[in-house]
Nanobody, 127 residues
């Protein structure tokens, strides 16, 4: 059974940090890319970051560049999103999504409607 389980969300003050985890199981991790996207109430889904597991190539939305870092632990089949200097506008439900490596760009953009996704984890940044 394919599973993606996010964790690490919470409430933090502006300027604070959180580390999200996306634990994957049920598929061959190296063949996939993993993306994080977020959804805030009344706003469109936004691709945040993505990583291609086979070679570690990653990308970020302009809104998070320099503040967020994505990484993967290929032994634990887990992708992390380190979020620093958080801002109130980062408040959203964060989801991880997995798809074959060929869909790397769609995962980065948050436009992939395929693959697998988790249930999300809430991140709330207070001002």
């Amino acid at each position: 059974e394919v599973q993606l389980v996010e964790s690490g969300g919470g409430l933090v003050q502006a300027g604070g940090s959180l580390r999200l985890s996306c634990a994957a199981s049920g598929f061959y991790f190296p063949d996939y890319a993993i993306g994080w996207f977020r959804q805030a109430p009344g706003k469109q889904r936004e691709g945040v970051s993505c990583i291609r597991i086979s070679d570690g190539i990653s990308d970020y939305a302009d809104s998070v560049k320099g503040r967020f870092t994505i990484s993967s632990d290929n032994f634990e089949n887990t992708v992390y999103l380190e979020m620093n200097n958080l801002k109130p506008e980062d408040t959203a439900v964060y989801y991880c999504q997995a798809d074959k490596s060929g869909f790397f760009r769609e995962l980065c953009d948050g436009t992939s409607n395929y693959g697998f996704r988790g249930r999300g984890t809430q991140v709330t940044v207070s001002s």
